[in-house]
């Protein structure tokens, strides 16, 4: 399971998806067949959990690599690139990579 | 901590803030302080997790709620109103609801 606190040698992906929402589950499947298939196979893969929005047009994947460099360099892999493609014929995306800066929990 | 899993009884918030770089630590303080005092005493609060983006122009929280409606009485609630202002002087920002789809992890 994905674990959030700030003193975890990760980074995190927070990409936010945009889809019509009769093509929600069409591209949540590609997103973990993507994860599944190419994602977690690379160096410095730590977890991706696929998000689906309550109102049906939004999409997000919280993701945590070891370094920001394993992360650029699976942007250069051609199965990766095959797979956002895929999903970029189908949604728009916003990709923002982040340090945890703060945790807050109820007592 | 804050655990991800498909199975958690949550609804989960994740929303990202747009700010100028030189405003980005104030909004983390900012959104900290709300967190402390105002959201984590409202009934259904879990937690909240605020991630400083490493280009310097986004924030992002991604919060735990146990129910959609108590993440929609607290947004009623105007001492978490007043911090919502105040965030809204200083940043643009993207709330959306959402439950967890699916998780991988590297075995």
Redesign the interface.
Known sequence: ?????TDQPV??L?N?FTVAPERQDEL?RLL?EA??QV??HRPG???????????GT???N?AQWRR?EDFEAMLGDPAAQAHMREAAGIASF?P???????????E
């Open positions: 399971m994905t674990i959030i606190t980074v995190t927070i936010s949540i973990v994860t599944e994602m977690r893969f730590v977890s991706a959990n696929i998000h689906r929005g309550l109102e939004r999409v997000a919280y920001r916003d923002v990579l982040y340090e945890v800066a703060d945790t807050v929990h109820v």
